[in-house]
């Protein structure tokens, strides 16, 4: 099984901070996460579902941050960006399909907004500060992205990366990028769920269960303690 690249040295990194990281509460660093304000321009849909897609480095992470999420009904890994024939993991991690590592969320929008969906991805889910890269991976399939489906999706994210940008959230500028929204295609089954699935991979461990922390942390009200999973049993 491949998986988001992480390097060696990483990978012996990660494996070396397990057991610090089990001994007290996770977290990630201050540059990493942070309650970032409510968003000012954020239309509310009685429709009883909507999709978004993001990108935001490794999917396994997003999905899982996602999955956690009250009001989010499924969240899938996959790629957005580039054509069908390209959307496999093996072209994708080339980086030369223009596809990102994506997750594509279906929400209903009379638990959650759209707005609040960003706000989670902005706080927790990614640093947007980081160009083409996220933590250990880079490479433009590692980009952070938003892929709007409206253009009431895609004016509430740029107003809400415009207010971010205002507000100096962050100290260095955002580069979260509002592209085409082309069609997404799910990723390949063993990487579906796959924080759920693998709680004990250094990668994950290192990278994205901090992330789960802190949404629990700074969103107790929309924490969900049993995520809503692509599939019901295990895939490999």
Same mark, same amino acid.
């Given at each position: 099984?491949?998986?988001?690249?992480?390097?060696?040295?990483?990978?012996?990194?990660?494996?070396?901070?397990?057991?610090? @990281?089990?001994?007290?509460?996770?977290?990630?660093?201050?540059? #990493?996460?942070?309650?970032?304000?409510?968003?000012?321009?954020?239309?509310?849909?009685?429709?009883?579902?909507?999709?978004?897609? @993001? #990108?935001?480095?490794?999917?396994?992470?997003?999905?899982?941050?996602? %999955?956690?999420?009250?009001?989010?009904?499924? #969240?899938?890994?996959?790629?957005?960006?580039?054509? %069908?024939?390209?959307?496999?993991?093996?072209?994708?991690?080339?980086?030369?399909?223009?596809?990102?590592?994506?997750?594509?969320?279906?929400?209903?929008?009379?638990?959650?907004?759209?707005?609040?969906?960003?706000?989670?991805?902005?706080?927790?889910?990614?640093?947007?500060?980081?160009?083409? /890269?996220?933590?250990?991976?880079?490479?433009?399939?590692?980009?952070?992205?938003?892929?709007?489906?409206?253009?009431?999706?895609?004016?509430?994210?740029?107003?809400?990366?415009?207010?971010?940008?205002?507000? &100096?959230?962050?100290?260095?500028?955002?580069?979260? /990028?509002?592209?085409?929204?082309?069609?997404?295609?799910?990723?390949?089954?063993? &990487? %579906?769920?796959?924080?759920? /699935? &693998?709680?004990?991979?250094?990668?994950?461990?290192?990278?994205?269960?901090?992330?789960?922390?802190?949404?629990?942390?700074?969103?107790?009200?929309?924490?969900?303690?049993?995520?809503?999973?692509?599939?019901?049993?295990?895939?490999?």
């Amino acid at each position: 099984m491949t998986g988001c690249r992480s390097g060696s040295l990483v990978v012996l990194l990660a494996a070396l901070a397990v057991a610090a @990281l089990l001994l007290r509460p996770l977290s990630v660093p201050a540059e #990493a996460a942070r309650a970032v304000p409510v968003p000012a321009l954020d239309p509310q849909d009685q429709a009883s579902s909507e999709v978004a897609v @993001l #990108a935001g480095g490794c999917f396994w992470g997003v999905q899982g941050v996602f %999955q956690h999420v009250e009001g989010v009904t499924k #969240a899938v890994s996959g790629y957005a960006g580039g054509a %069908q024939s390209t959307a496999h993991y093996e072209d994708v991690e080339t980086g030369s399909t223009g596809h990102a590592e994506s997750v594509e969320i279906t929400f209903d929008p009379r638990k959650i907004s759209y707005g609040r969906l960003l706000q989670i991805f902005f706080s927790v889910a990614h640093n947007p500060t980081e160009l083409n /890269r996220q933590g250990p991976d880079s490479g433009p399939q590692y980009r952070s992205a938003i892929f709007p489906r409206s253009a009431e999706q895609a004016a509430t994210a740029e107003a809400y990366i415009a207010q971010l940008e205002e507000a &100096h959230v962050f100290g260095e500028k955002i580069v979260t /990028r509002l592209e085409e929204a082309r069609a997404f295609f799910p990723a390949e089954g063993y &990487h %579906q769920d796959f924080l759920t /699935r &693998h709680p004990n991979s250094p990668y994950i461990v290192f990278n994205d269960l901090p992330k789960l922390a802190e949404l629990k942390r700074l969103f107790p009200e929309r924490w969900r303690a049993e995520p809503v999973l692509v599939a019901a049993g295990p895939q490999n």
